[in-house]
């Protein structure tokens, strides 16, 4: 064979094993050096405090003495290596996706007519969120429930979140999540799937359905993308709810009104224009991290552990906190916020729900920080096959209720199997 012959087979032989390469599902394991506990540690124990709020409320933030509270126990009695074992517990992998390494955990189901689905997480949330339901979707018999109710599940965390890589360039909003969850569906074989969001969660699995990916057969929403056109652009100026309202339509927008102008989402302003600011203080002190992520309205109702009965408890908390620390994606994770470029992850036209066809499922639970009538739904989906206003749970609706969130995800999809 002659020598530029060899190289050129030489070439394409490591081109060809590159890409088996980054198409391989390789099995992934948390193991944080011990070092990276003590220096979390050290850094709380060093924390220089600001002063008191001058309130006797929450709107100026994470008051002093819960917190205080919660951040004395996270550097003392709180253990990190239990939050791993969790997750050590479930079969973990990475596989490399449009350049980016993905997180993914994946369950299947003991049922050979298992239904996979792909669930997404938000923000401040995590992989932790989903934890308490993996046993009941993917093997209802062992949780009293029916073999015909199963899930294969796969629950990725997002480009810079978690144990998932952090893109190195722009354009990875939510519409580019999705195509990447879809490869990796077909990826792991998956002919035919439905696909579940809440948070960013919420437009990406809605991005998924808009795309609608070969194999994705309808998808499941707990915080849907519903307000009209006529009640963005009143919010937009600080307007009354529009005169054609019903009742039920009027007090929404009220509350979406109150929620604007009591600052309950300047989090997501802050982010959405200057994520690296925000990522030198998150990325320095623990307490600084801890203190942001806890300001998501998702937390009003939580009350720092205080509580031994209430769901996610403080240790449950504090693992998704300690994986943020951990991962250093404090400005990584808020980047979504500004890749999405200000669109309203709640507003129907923002999101282009009209171009939705596949079927769409939706619970709304009471207690999240909105919670749209149905006829908002309808407006928005034209495929809308399962609406529920849940009795109970708020925001972060699996980690709350994972009993009801379950029930909610087998009735959905029951006539997509």
Known sequence: MKPGCTLVLALWLCTLLTAFADDAVRPFHVAVEEKALADLHQR???????????????????????????????????????????????????????????????VRSPSPNALPMIMTHGWPGSVFEFIKVIGPLSDPVAHGGNAGDAFDLVIPSIPGYGFSGKPGGTGWDPDRVAQVWAQLMQRLGYP??????????????????????????????????????????????AGPAPAQFDPQERATYE?????????????????AARPQA????????????????????????????????????????????????????????????????????????????ADISLPVAITVFPDDVYCPPERWARRAYKNLIYFRQAEKGGHFAAWEQPQLFTEELRTAFRSLR
């Open 192 to 237: 035919r799937y439905v696909a579940q969001g809440g948070d960013w969660g919420g437009p990406i699995t809605g991005a998924m359905a808009r795309q609608a990916p070969t194999g994705l057969r309808g998808i499941h929403l707990n915080l849907p993308a519903t307000i009209p056109p006529e009640a963005g652009a009143a919010l937009a100026v």
């Open 44 to 106: 709380i124990a060093a924390t220089r405090w600001p002063d008191k709020e001058t309130v006797d409320d929450a709107s100026q933030g994470a008051q002093l003495a819960q917190l205080q509270a919660l951040v004395r126990y996270w550097g003392t009695d709180y253990d990190w290596r239990k939050a791993e074992a969790q997750l050590n517990a479930l079969p973990q992998f990475v596989t490399t996706i449009d350049g980016v390494d993905i997180h993914f955990i994946w």
């Open 255 to 271: 509350a979406l009104a109150t929620l604007i102008k009591q600052g309950n989402l300047a989090y997501s302003a802050m982010m």
């Open 278 to 353: 925000i990522g030198y203080g998150v990325a320095d002190s623990p307490v600084a991290l801890a203190a942001f992520l806890l300001v998501h309205p998702g937390f009003s109702r939580w009350r720092y552990g205080a509580d031994p009965q209430q769901s996610p408890t403080r240790d449950q908390v504090l693992d998704d906190i300690t994986l943020y620390w951990l991962t250093n994606s404090g400005a990584s994770s808020a980047r979504l916020y500004w890749e999405n470029k200000g669109r309203s992850p709640l507003s129907a036209s923002a999101q282009k729900t």
